[in-house]
């Protein structure tokens, strides 16, 4: 899949390498162990678009193409709600998201117009030991569910065209591998950067995320960080009527809002 994203991609990866160049410099070594349970509750928001190619049963696969300039065109919301419960070295995680994201399909020789509809759920678990002051790994799973909708206007040999739609549903689980660093928890201004990949042909061909943001803490119990996500996913299965393809990079802004108790 070709990203043609390139020139935002190059400004994310300049923000995540800072925030990991600030962690390796400025995270403060921990002296001591935590004794208490940290509870972190933070619902949050993603204005998310599309790049990749998506296929549904016999239409032609459709290409899905965002340039930079056009990142708020097809501006939407996705919901989102993350919780973490905290103690010592371990910190458990779990994240759910749901998006029902529409974006126009690039013309072709094929495809005259059209566009693709995606209600997307994912529901991921995960567990993180602190194998550094600055940096944390674990392991997770991740589920995925997809309700996919091509409504595309084919051109037909001789002159005219076509209206043409489908749908298909799936669902998977993918087993991911997680870095995350991040800020201490009594720092008032706030970091962190984490990415993830897994599926490794067991659920997905592949999937993969980056995730960076910066805060502050304006007390114990609240905190605001906003920043960047792309959750990236290469899944094909079927053939046919029953055929499914999705290897589509999501990504866009996101804001936090958390609660500490």
Do not use: C
Not at 231 to 248: A, C, M, R
């Amino acid at each position: 899949m070709k990203y043609t994203f390139a020139g935002l991609s190059k400004q994310v990866l300049l923000f995540t390498l800072a925030i990991a160049i600030a962690g390796t410099q400025s995270f403060a070594q921990d002296t001591t162990a935590a004794k208490k349970w940290n509870f972190l509750l933070e619902p949050y928001l993603l204005f998310p678009n599309m790049q990749g190619a998506v296929g549904v049963g016999t239409l032609p696969d459709a290409t899905l193409d965002v340039e930079a300039s056009d990142i708020f065109s097809h501006f939407k919301i996705g919901a989102l709600l993350y919780f973490e419960a905290a103690k010592g070295r371990w910190a458990f995680t779990t994240d759910i998201v749901y998006m029902k994201l529409g974006q126009d399909v690039k013309q072709g020789t094929i495809i005259n117009h059209g566009e693709a509809t995606v209600k997307q759920f994912l529901w991921e678990v995960a567990a993180l030991r602190k194998l550094m002051p600055w940096l944390e790994g674990g392991i997770g799973l991740r589920l995925t569910s997809l309700d996919t909708e091509l409504d595309l206007v084919t051109n037909n040999i001789g002159g005219g065209t076509t209206a043409r739609n489908k749908s298909l549903t799936q669902t998977w689980v993918d087993p991911i591998i997680i870095a995350r660093i991040k800020s201490s928890m009594d720092k008032k201004f706030i970091y962190q950067f984490r990415g993830d990949i897994g599926g490794f042909g067991i659920g997905s061909d592949l999937t993969w995320q980056l995730q960076s943001y910066l805060g502050y803490r304006f007390s114990k119990l609240f905190q605001a960080t906003a920043g960047y996500r792309i959750i990236g996913v290469d899944y094909s299965k079927g053939s046919g009527d029953e055929s499914f393809l999705y290897d589509v990079n999501t990504f866009g802004p996101v804001v936090r809002f958390g609660f500490n108790f």
